[in-house]
C-alpha cells in the first residue's frame, strides 16, 4: 500500500460514494461518463451495474496499463485484496438476499468478456477474471469482509498522506491510534463466520500498517504503537492463561489420583487389619479347642 494505491480508491470513492442516496440507490457524482461506458449502451442503471462499472475502473486502473502496472500494481501484490474490501462494502449496503456472498456478482458480470482483459506485463495470470478464480476469494462473506473497510480507508489515508520531506508526527500518531483502535476490534470480533478470508485480510492490512511504521521511522517519526507488541502480548496472556488451566487441570487429575489411591490404600489398609485380627482371632479358638481336647483327655486318664 502507498500513495499511488490510496489514489485510485480516493478516486473511486468520490466518484461512487459508498453511501446509499435516499432512494437506496448509488449515485455517480464524479467521472460518470468513463463510469457509464463499463455498462451496456454506456448507461448503468441498477445498483449492480453501477458496482460492476467501480470494480472494473479499479482493475483497468492498476492492471491494464503497463507502466502503471511496473510502477504501482506489480509492488504492491496486495491490490486485488483492496478491491475485495472495497466491493464487499459497496454490496454490503445493498439489501439482497444475493449479496451473502460475492458469487451472486461473479456469476452476472465477472463471468463474462469484461474481465477477461489481459493483465499487462504479468505472466501468472493471464486475465482479471484469472486472478480473481485463482485466489478463491468469491465466496467470501460480504457481511464479514466489509467489517474491513474503515480499517482499510484510515490505513489508506495515512499512507496517502505521509510525506516524507515535511512529516507530520503528530498526525501520524493520530491516524495510527485509529487504526489500532480499529484493528483491535476487528481482531476480537467472536461473530465472523469464514474466519480464513477473514484474517487473511486482516493480516494484510497488518503489515500495511508495520510498511506505515516503518516510514515514519525513516523520518524520526518513532512514537507510533505497534501491532506486533499488542498481538505478542495478547498471545503471552492467552498463553498464561492456557498454562494456568493446564496446570489446574493437571492438579485437579493428580488430586482425583491421590484421593482415588488413598481409597484404595484405605481399604488394603482395612483389609490387611481385618485379615491380621481374622488370623489372630483364628489362632485364639484354635489354642482354646487344642486345650479342651487336652483336659479331656487328662480326664479320662484320671477315670482309668
Not at 10 to 28: T, V
Request: with cysteine; aromatic share 12%.
Amino acid at each position: 500500500m502507498d500513495k499511488d494505491v490510496c489514489k485510485n480508491f480516493y478516486a473511486i470513492n468520490n466518484s461512487i460514494p459508498h453511501k446509499l442516496d435516499n432512494k437506496g440507490n448509488y449515485q455517480f457524482i464524479l467521472n460518470q461518463n468513463i463510469l457509464n461506458a463499463y455498462c451496456t449502451s454506456n448507461k448503468c442503471s441498477s445498483n449492480h451495474e453501477k458496482i460492476n462499472a467501480g470494480c472494473l475502473y479499479l482493475f483497468d486502473a492498476f492492471f491494464e496499463n503497463s507502466s502503471v502496472f511496473e510502477s504501482v500494481a506489480k509492488g504492491n501484490i496486495n491490490v486485488f485484496e483492496y478491491i475485495m474490501i472495497w466491493l464487499s462494502e459497496m454490496l454490503n449496503q445493498i439489501e439482497t438476499k444475493e449479496n451473502e456472498s460475492l458469487q451472486f456478482l461473479y456469476s452476472i458480470y465477472i463471468n463474462n468478456d469484461n474481465y477477461k482483459k489481459s493483465i499487462a506485463s504479468f505472466t501468472k495470470y493471464k486475465d482479471y477474471k484469472e486472478l480473481i478464480d485463482k485466489t478463491n476469494m468469491m465466496k467470501m462473506n460480504i457481511k464479514d469482509i466489509s467489517k474491513l473497510y474503515d480499517a482499510f480507508i484510515t490505513l489508506c489515508m495515512m499512507h496517502y498522506e505521509f510525506d516524507d520531506k515535511s512529516p507530520n508526527c503528530k498526525k501520524y500518531l493520530e491516524g495510527a491510534n485509529k487504526f489500532v483502535g480499529q484493528y483491535k476490534k476487528l481482531k476480537g470480533d467472536s461473530s465472523i463466520t469464514d474466519k480464513s478470508s477473514y484474517d487473511q485480510l486482516l493480516s494484510t492490512l497488518l503489515n500495511d500498517y508495520n510498511n506505515f511504521i516503518n516510514k515514519c521511522n525513516s523520518v524520526n517519526c518513532t512514537n507510533l504503537p505497534s501491532l506486533q507488541s499488542i498481538e505478542k502480548a495478547e498471545n503471552y496472556i492467552l498463553s498464561s492463561k492456557q498454562s494456568s488451566e493446564d496446570a489446574l487441570s493437571s492438579s485437579s487429575t493428580a488430586n482425583k489420583l491421590f484421593i482415588v489411591l488413598s481409597i484404595f490404600g484405605a481399604i488394603a489398609i482395612f483389609l490387611g487389619i481385618s485379615y491380621k485380627y481374622s488370623l489372630f482371632g483364628f489362632r485364639k479358638r484354635a489354642q482354646k479347642q487344642y486345650l479342651r481336647e487336652k483336659l479331656k483327655n487328662i480326664k479320662k486318664r484320671m477315670n482309668h
